[in-house]
């Protein structure tokens, strides 16, 4: 409904499977989750999850705010960019997906079926970080955490179908990329996993310009203890990442406004 101040998408529950709407519903709350701790860019940027049991990824309608979206306004493509199932949208409204974020994300999910998630963000400290020759620098125990992070290099918008190759090819076996000039990017098994990354990502970027505007030597870790602390991270000494967070950043929602699980 559109009434000149409430902005609704119709509910999309009945048009899929449980496991899709379970999906939707988590991929809305780390929508609002992004924005609430301030990553997101206006409309632009992107997080997707793939549905399950099809080869199809759910992704936000370009030209919606990530305060705004619901489980039920997502668009649903498949590798090619082809809209399999799009909302309803208030009175004339229409709206597609964004072709960078289409050329991104289908790349990663074409090539990696063992992953569910994908985030992609421009924030201040994320793009600062991703200018500096230095990059990354593991300068605090959460930014240890990716002593071992990928690398893009910045080749323009990406718009061009040939780039998905070199993102894939970057992006190797890790779970977090800096894309150079441009911005970050994190992955996982599922959405919990893929924000856990990217808000410690995030975090590791705002410290270290933090720490650089100091304008102070800063103390170097000795590369033993930065490899100690970057394994005490891996997947294999561990729970995953964002299993006892994700409950509480739901419920952490819900009292802030539960209209994601709409």
């Known amino acids: 409904m559109l009434d000149g101040t409430t902005w609704r ?17 988590d991929l809305a709350a780390c929508y609002r989750l992004v924005d609430l701790y301030h990553m997101s860019d206006l409309i632009a940027n992107h997080v997707s999850v793939r549905v399950p049991g099809e080869d199809a990824f759910l992704i936000n309608a370009y030209g919606m705010l990530y305060e705004e979206i619901t489980a039920s ?45 994908v985030a992609h963000t421009h924030t201040w400290a994320g793009m600062a970080v991703s200018t500096l020759e230095c990059g990354l620098l593991p300068n605090t125990q959460t930014s240890m955490r990716f002593a071992k992070i990928s690398y893009h290099d910045f080749n323009g918008v990406v718009l061009d179908l040939g780039e998905q190759e ?20 994190t992955v996982g098994r ?21 720490a650089m505007s100091c304008n102070s030597p800063m103390i170097k870790v000795p590369d033993d203890i930065v490899e100690k602390t970057y394994m005490n991270y891996q ?7 964002g299993v006892l ?10 009292r802030i406004d539960p209209s994601y699980r709409d």
């Open 9 to 25: 998408v119709p509910s999309m529950r009945h048009k899929v499977s449980a496991e899709e709407w379970q999906a939707r519903v």
């Open 166 to 185: 070199r993102l894939v090819r970057d992006l190797g076996d890790n779970n977090a990329m800096i894309l150079r000039n441009h911005g970050l990017l």
């Open 73 to 117: 306004s997502l668009m649903k493509i498949d590798y090619d960019g082809n809209v399999l199932l799009a909302p309803e949208f208030p009175g004339d409204t229409q709206y597609g997906v964004n072709r960078a974020g289409f050329v991104i994300h289908s790349a990663i999910h074409k090539a990696r079926h063992d992953l569910a998630c």
């Open 235 to 241: 997947p294999h000494v561990r729970r995953p990442f």
């Open 190 to 210: 599922t959405i919990p996993e893929a924000f856990n990354a990217l808000h410690r990502l995030e975090l590791s970027c705002r410290t270290q310009i933090a």
């Open 245 to 254: 967070d994700w409950p509480a950043l739901l419920r952490k929602l819900d």
